[in-house]
């Protein structure tokens, strides 16, 4: 096998997000069986901090068949160089010989297969995935998550808000082509009641979302909180995490780097034995939607083994 280096385009569509979705799934069973793991990810701080610190990230995984490492860059101050935040790529080997077979565009794989997790998320734990949708952010990952679940969800009807209205717009005007009606709304109180899923994909450094005792929450909510991968960011209020917490609705992604990144659950000083990882939250997952006390809180900091299953689905096509 030769090395085949793949763009942005050509990793995107071999990386459909229901198949991902799916070839996630499977990855969680190899973790299950332990013939997929992946370490903990070198995260290096890198470059001048006056100019912009960035952060170089290296995430390795293997299972029986592939090993791969991606390398991203993270600079938040390179738009203003007109160039994108993230940079990067993923190498996918033969894990008998080591003989390399694909070159992938690594922001698209991070885009993809982030979005396909809270997909699958989604699937399993939200009470009414043929809900409405609301999305606060409109960066790169508020698209990857929108396209996600109207591709592998019924959704009937999605709402944006973000900070930056023009960009939430111009997220709509693209959404427009994808079969759902998208709304942008400036007041994220107004659509809550109205809405059985919300992804939070921002920045933030206070919460995006209203207090548990703001009325507007219901258990039927699922909630994708993506956006804070720092101890420093927080997009979910205290109140809200304990309460899933208490209730026994509080999952994540992976176990793996959340007390050094999720700062949503560091800032709320959430009991991490009260979080459930994803690989064995699923396999209870009817049980979990029957629960009430809270809103479903499904926390995603990132895992070298979503990355791994793009590879996995990737590959199959040559």
Known sequence: MSLIPLDAASTAARLPYPELAGAIADMLAE???????????????????????????VMPARNRRLVMT??????????????P????EVVVADAHTGERVAMLDGPTVTGRRTAAVSLLAAQRFAAQPDGELLIIGAGV????????????????????????????????????????VVEVVDDVAAVLPRVSMVVTV???????????????WRDDHFIAAVGAFR????????????????????????????????????????????????????????????????PLVFKSVGYALWDLAACVLASRQD
Do not use: Y
Not at 70 to 83: A, C, E, M, Q, S
Not at 85 to 88: D, M, V
Not at 154 to 172: F, G, I, Y
């Open 141 to 180: 990952q508020a698209q990857t998550h929108l396209e996600a679940f109207i591709a592998g969800l019924p959704v009937r009807r999605a709402w944006l808000h973000s900070r930056t209205r023009d960009k939430a717009e111009a997220l709509a005007t693209h959404a427009g082509t994808l079969g759902v």
């Open 231 to 294: 101890p420093d960011m927080c997009e979910l209020p205290p109140a809200l995490c304990h309460a899933a917490s208490a209730s026994g609705r509080l999952l994540a992604d992976t176990l793996f780097g959340i007390e050094d990144e999720a700062g949503d659950l560091l800032q709320a000083g959430i009991d991490w034995a009260t979080v459930q990882p994803f690989e064995t939250a699923i396999l209870q997952a009817e049980a979990i939607r029957a629960r009430a006390g809270s």
């Open 31 to 57: 973790l299950r069986e332990g013939t997929a793991m992946a370490p903990p990810r070198i995260a290096l701080p890198v470059g001048d901090a006056q100019d912009g610190a960035g952060t170089l990230l």
């Open 85 to 88: 935040n993230i940079l990067g």
């Open 70 to 83: 991606k390398n991203i860059t993270v600079h938040p101050d390179n738009p203003r160089r007109g160039l």
């Open 202 to 216: 921002t920045s933030s450094r206070s919460p995006v979302l209203p207090d548990l005792d703001s009325g507007l």
